[in-house]
C-alpha cells in the first residue's frame, strides 16, 4: 500500500520518479510513491512552486521557514520533518524546532513576519486583514513578494493536504536523518513509517 493506495503501475514516468529520488536520497520517497498515481500533477505543482520561489527571491531558509511554519499549523508531520531539518541545516536546529513549536525568537525580523503570516494562510485565510499585510511591508516586503509568498505558501498546503488526507507517512529514514530538537519538536501528525516499502521491479 503507498498510504491508503494500492501501489501506482511502474510506467516509465513513474519509474524517472523513483530514479530521481534513489539519486537524490537514497530512497524512494513516501510521497513520491503516493504522487506517481499522477506524476504530471506532481512535476506541474513543483513548476509552480519553483516559479513562486523564484518570484519572491526564496532561498532555502526562507523556504523553511515558510514551510516549516505552515506544515506545523497544518499539522503535517511530514513537510515539518523534512523540511525542519533543511531549516536546521540553514539556521541551526534551535531555530528550526522553534519554528516548528510557534516560536520565532531565532529569526530575523523579516522571517518572523514571514512564518507568521503563512500560519495565518495555513489556519484561516479568510481570516487575515489589512493590518495583516501591513506587517509583512514594515518588515520590508513589497507587495510583488507578498504575493509571491502566499502563493508559495497556498501550493504548500495543497501538496499537505494530499500528503495528509491519503495517508502519506513520514519516510523511516527520518527518524535516523533529522536532528533530534526537531523529532522532538513534532508531536502532531502521522507517524513515521516503521520501515521503507519495496518497490516493484526492485531485485
Known amino acids: 500500500m503507498t498510504g491508503f493506495l494500492e501501489p501506482a503501475e511502474l510506467t516509465p514516468q513513474v519509474r524517472r520518479l523513483f530514479d530521481d529520488d534513489l539519486a537524490g536520497t537514497g530512497y524512494v520517497m513516501n510521497l513520491t510513491r ?3 498515481h499522477d506524476p504530471a500533477a506532481m512535476e506541474g505543482l513543483f513548476t509552480l512552486l519553483r516559479h513562486a520561489a523564484e518570484s519572491g527571491g526564496l ?17 503535517d508531520s511530514y513537510c515539518s520533518l523534512a523540511w525542519g531539518s533543511r531549516l536546521a541545516e540553514a539556521a541551526g536546529a534551535p531555530a528550526a524546532s522553534g519554528v ?33 499585510v501591513q506587517e509583512l511591508r514594515d518588515a520590508g516586503l513589497p507587495d510583488g513578494q507578498i504575493f509571491a509568498i502566499t502563493l508559495f505558501v497556498a501550493l504548500r498546503v495543497a501538496f499537505s493536504t494530499v500528503n495528509d488526507a491519503l ?12 536532528p533530534p530538537p526537531v523529532l522532538a519538536a513534532v508531536a502532531y501528525g502521522r507517524p513515521i513509517a516503521s520501515r521503507t516499502p519495496a518497490t516493484a521491479g526492485d531485485p
Not at 59 to 75: K, Q
Not at 100 to 129: F, S
Open 34 to 36: 503516493l504522487w506517481a
Open 100 to 132: 516548528l513549536r510557534g516560536d520565532d525568537d531565532g529569526l530575523t525580523p523579516g522571517e518572523r513576519a514571514m512564518a507568521g503570516w503563512a500560519r495565518k494562510v495555513a489556519r484561516d485565510p479568510n481570516g487575515t486583514g489589512p493590518a495583516d
Open 167 to 178: 495517508g502519506a507517512h513520514p519516510d523511516a529514514e527520518l527518524r535516523t536523518t533529522v
Open 59 to 75: 532561498d532555502v531558509r526562507t523556504r523553511g521557514v515558510l514551510v516549516a511554519a505552515c506544515a506545523s499549523a497544518m499539522g
